[in-house]
């Protein structure tokens, strides 16, 4: 706990200090310009690896990076879908990102042998529910590297199509007044692939 109260400590008397307007300015509300949906991984940092400032992007995180489908039933809905509506609705943004990454734990929980998934009740349910790819990615005859990469690349894809079937997304697209972009980052060369959705493949970005 010392760590994160120094840690604390630093940001004001550095971060902060070097940067006051921009959090007087801040301070009177937020206009992000997207909507980042990545995976709670500790290694994952948004405004990090998209070099964004503060108050630039919305940030939504969860195992996975998933996006539930959406649900007419408003009990049924989660975390990850008021703040879709919130983003998409009231805080207008032009962008959507969904953002993989290598290693991703959450995406290997989906090949966990039952007993130790069922240690991981949460997390069970969550990745059981909502990441419907397994069979396609067994089916390929893959190593367990090139399975888990596939497995986070059909998911980002799958994600894509999830938040698509949001209402307020889905008009924003037919009035071209939002973007969606699929991207995977690789931890260990921070390089960052980008979805084509022309071919459905990644590319490296030049």
Known sequence: MERIINGFKQFHSTYYNENK???????????????????????????VITS????????????????????????????TSSAIEYAVKKLNVSNIVICGHSDCGGC??????????????????????????????DSEGLNDKEKGEKTEKL?????????KTYPCVKEKLSNKAINIL??????????IEILNNATNRFEIIN
């Open 182 to 191: 699929g991207c995977h980052y690789n931890i260990d060369s921070g390089k």
């Open 155 to 163: 998911n980002i894809i799958e994600q894509i199509k999830n938040i």
């Open 52 to 79: 964004a400032k503060p108050g630039d992007i919305f940030v939504v995180r969860n195992i996975a990076n998933i996006v539930p489908r959406y649900k007419t039933d408003i009990m049924g809905n989660s975390c």
């Open 21 to 47: 307007e921009l959090f007087k300015n801040l301070a009177n509300g937020q206009k992000p310009h997207t909507l980042f949906i990545a995976c709670s991984d500790s290694r994952v940092v948004p405004n």
């Open 108 to 137: 290997k929980a989906i090949y966990l042998k039952k007993e130790k998934l069922d240690a991981l009740p949460f997390v069970k349910n969550w990745v059981i529910n909502h990441l419907n790819i397994k069979s396609k990615v």
